[in-house]
C-alpha cells in the first residue's frame, strides 16, 4: 500500500521521490507509490547519481536540498553537526548551510521591517546596511544602528534578524507532505516502526512554530543570558524589545567572528582549552541545574568576540529538561562517560518505554549486551579522542533498535553534547570531553542542591510541616479511641486465611524456641563461673546441663524444620493428603 497523494502536495512529492532516487533510495520510491508522482512525464532514467568523486556528490545534495526550501535545508544543517550518520566530506559540504543560504531581496527586507515595526525603515534606523551578514534557512541578518537617543548619547550597534517572506505557507506544504511520507514509513518500514518518524515530525512541528515567533526567542535570550550572567567567558546578546515582532528580532551587535572562520595566528592568541571548559560547564548548568538550554549551538551559532569570548547566538531553538529528568540524565550521563554499563542500562531502562508489541518487541538480554558492547568499547579509547555525544547517540539508537523508546530529552541532549564535542575540538584540539563531564558533574550536583534548598522550597516543605503537625493530634487521637474501643482490626488479604494463621503460629513457635535455647546457652555460659561440687567432664554440672539442654534443643529444631519443610514440598508436588 503506497502513500495517498494529495493534490497540494504533488509537487512536494515529486521533489522528495527524486531525492531519493538521485541518492540511491529508488526502492523507496517504488514501494510507497511515490512514483505516482511522475504520471505526468516519464520517470528518471537513471535512478542513482554517480559523480567522479564523493566531494561533487555532497556538494551536490546540499545545493538540492536548498533549492528544495526551508524545511530540507534545515535538514540539511540538522545532518551537517551529524558526524555518526554521515562521512566528513558530506558534513563539511552540508555545514555552509548553517549560515550561508540563498539571500531574498532588500526590498522584502525593507517591506517586512516597516510592517512590523509600523515606522519607515529610515525613521527607524540611522543605518541600515542592505546587504546581509548571515542567511539562513528562516531568516536573515543585518548589520544596522538605532538612532541616537534624546539624552544625545549615540545609538547602539544592532543586528536585525528579519523572516523570509512567505515562510510559513511554505511550510505548511512541506511539513503535510513530510507527514504523510512520515506516516507511511512507520506503517511499513522496520526503520519507521523503530524511530517513530510521526512523533518526531510532530515534535518537529512544535518547535519550528516556536522557532518562527521571534518574540519568543527574544525571551529565549534573556532567559538563557540571565541563567548565565555568572559565567564571564559566555556572551548572551540582549533583545532590543521595541524593535522586535513576530517577524523581526533586533539584538545588540556583537562584533566578533563565527568560530569556524577563526585563523591559525587568532587560535594562538586565545586560551582555546579554558574557553572550551567554560562552554561545557555552561551548557552542563543550562541541561541539568536551569532546564533550560540552547538546543542549536552548532559552529555556525558560536562567535569568538574580540575580546575572547565566546557568544552564543540564534536562540530560537532551546531545549527544556524537568527537574525529575535531570537527575536521570546527570547520573546516566556520568554512568557513560566512566564506563559502568550495569548502571547504564538499569537508568536507561528506568527512563525508557518497553515496546511490549509489534516488530520492536523489548528485548532485555540483547538490549544489556549491545550495551555493554558500546561502553566496553568505548573504554579502551583513548580519552582526548572520545566523543561522548556520539556514544550518546548510538545508546540512544541501540535503545530504540531493541524496543525501548527513550524521552525525547536524551536525544536532544546527545546532539547537543555532540556539537559541543566539535566546537570544543575547534577551540582546543586536545580537549577532553570526557574529563570536561567528570570534572564539572559534581560542582553541577552542588548547585542543584543549593536549588532545592531555595526559599521557594522551604517555603512550600515549611507549609507542609504545618499541615502535618496540625493534623498530627487528631490523627492520634483518631487511633488511641479505637484501640480503647478494642475496635483495631488488621486486614489480610489472602487466598487461605487458615493457612496463613496457621503458618503464623508455626513461626512464632520456632521464634519461642530459638529465644528459650538462646537463654540456657546465656545462663549456662554465666553458671560455669559458679564453682559447684557438682560436676560434668569437670565443668560445673548445673551449666553443662544447661548446655546439654541446649544443644539437644537446638538439634531437635533443625530436624523438626527440616521435616516440615520436607513435607510443605511433598504435599505442593502432590496435593495434600486424601
Not at 586560551?271 to 567554560?278: M, T
Not at 563531564?437 to 542542591?449: F, L, N, P, W
Amino acid at each position: 500500500m503506497g502513500i495517498t497523494l494529495k493534490p497540494p502536495y504533488l509537487k512536494r512529492y515529486k521533489d522528495i521521490a527524486l531525492l531519493f532516487m538521485k541518492y540511491g533510495r529508488g526502492d523507496l520510491v517504488a514501494n510507497s507509490g511515490l512514483d505516482q508522482a511522475f504520471a505526468d512525464e516519464p520517470m528518471p532514467a537513471q535512478t542513482e547519481m554517480e559523480y567522479a568523486d564523493a566531494e561533487a556528490k555532497a556538494e551536490a545534495l546540499a545545493s538540492d536540498l536548498e533549492r528544495m526550501g526551508p524545511i530540507f535545508t534545515k535538514l540539511g544543517q540538522v545532518l551537517s553537526s551529524r558526524g555518526d550518520l554521515l562521512p566528513p566530506v558530506y558534513t563539511k559540504a552540508l555545514a555552509r548551510l548553517q549560515d550561508n543560504t540563498a539571500p531574498f531581496s532588500f526590498g522584502d527586507v525593507e517591506r517586512i521591517v516597516e510592517e512590523e515595526l509600523g515606522v519607515r525603515l529610515s525613521k527607524a534606523f540611522a543605518f541600515f546596511d542592505s546587504t546581509p551578514i548571515a542567511t539562513a534557512s528562516l531568516g536573515q541578518v543585518h548589520h544596522a544602528r538605532l538612532r541616537d537617543n534624546p539624552d544625545g548619547s549615540l545609538g547602539r550597534d544592532v543586528v536585525v534578524k528579519v523572516q523570509r517572506p512567505d515562510i510559513r505557507d511554505a511550510l505548511a506544504t512541506d511539513l503535510g507532505a513530510l507527514h504523510d511520507i512520515a506516516e507511511f514509513l512507520d506503517e511499513h518500514t522496520d526503520f519507521g516502526k523503530t524511530h517513530h518518524l510521526g512523533d518526531v515530525l510532530r515534535e518537529f512541528r512544535k518547535n519550528l512554530a516556536l522557532e518562527l515567533d521571534y518574540r519568543q526567542e527574544a525571551r529565549n535570550l534573556v532567559e538563557v543570558g540571565n541563567n548565565l550572567r555568572d559565567y564571564h567567558d559566555i556572551l548572551v546578546p540582549r533583545p532590543i524589545d521595541d524593535y522586535t515582532s513576530a517577524r523581526v528580532l533586533t539584538m545588540e551587535f556583537v562584533a566578533g567572528k563565527k568560530i569556524t572562520a577563526i585563523g591559525p595566528l587568532a587560535h594562538l592568541e586565545l586560551d582555546g582549552s579554558r574557553l572550551a571548559d567554560a562552554l561545557f560547564d555552561a551548557y552542563l548548568n543550562q541541561i541539568l541545574v536551569d532546564g533550560v538550554f540552547h538546543a542549536d549551538p552548532h559552529p555556525g551559532n558560536i562567535f569568538i568576540t574580540e575580546d575572547r569570548r565566546i557568544a552564543l547566538l540564534d536562540l530560537g531553538m532551546i531545549g527544556r529538561v524537568s527537574k525529575a529528568m535531570q537527575e536521570k540524565l546527570l547520573r546516566l550521563l556520568l554512568a557513560v562517560s566512566e564506563g559502568r554499563s550495569d548502571q547504564a542500562t538499569e537508568l536507561a531502562l528506568n527512563i525508557g518505554e518497553r515496546e511490549e508489541a509489534g516488530i520492536r518487541e523489548f528485548n532485555e538480554y540483547e538490549f544489556q549486551r549491545k550495551l555493554n558492547e558500546l561502553i566496553m568499547a568505548e573504554q579502551g579509547t583513548n580519552l582526548a579522542r572520545l566523543q561522548i555525544g556520539r556514544v550518546i547517540l548510538e545508546f540512544t539508537e541501540i535503545c530504540a533498535q531493541q524496543g525501548l523508546r527513550l524521552p525525547g530529552e536524551l536525544t536532544m541532549l546527545a546532539k547537543c553534547l555532540l556539537n559541543l564535542d566539535e566546537i570544543g575540538r575547534l577551540l582546543d584540539p586536545a580537549f577532553d570531553p570526557n574529563a570536561a563531564i567528570e570534572r564539572h558533574s559534581y560542582a553541577i550536583m552542588q548547585k542543584r542542591m543549593i536549588k532545592d534548598i531555595s526559599p521557594s522550597n522551604i517555603f512550600s516543605a515549611a507549609i507542609e510541616a504545618k499541615e502535618f503537625v496540625q493534623e498530627l493530634p487528631g490523627r492520634v487521637n483518631k487511633v488511641l479511641d479505637i484501640l480503647s474501643r478494642n475496635h483495631f482490626k488488621v486486614h489480610v488479604d489472602a487466598i487461605a486465611e487458615e493457612t496463613l494463621i496457621e503458618g503464623f503460629q508455626k513461626v512464632s513457635n520456632r521464634i519461642t524456641t530459638g529465644l528459650i535455647l538462646a537463654a540456657l546457652i546465656i545462663g549456662a555460659s554465666m553458671l560455669m563461673h559458679i564453682q559447684s561440687s557438682f560436676t560434668i567432664f569437670g565443668y560445673p554440672g548445673l551449666a553443662m546441663i544447661c548446655f546439654l539442654g541446649a544443644a539437644g534443643g537446638g538439634f531437635w529444631l533443625v530436624i523438626a524444620i527440616a521435616l516440615a519443610d520436607r513435607r510443605s514440598k511433598q504435599q505442593a508436588k502432590h496435593g495434600p493428603p486424601q
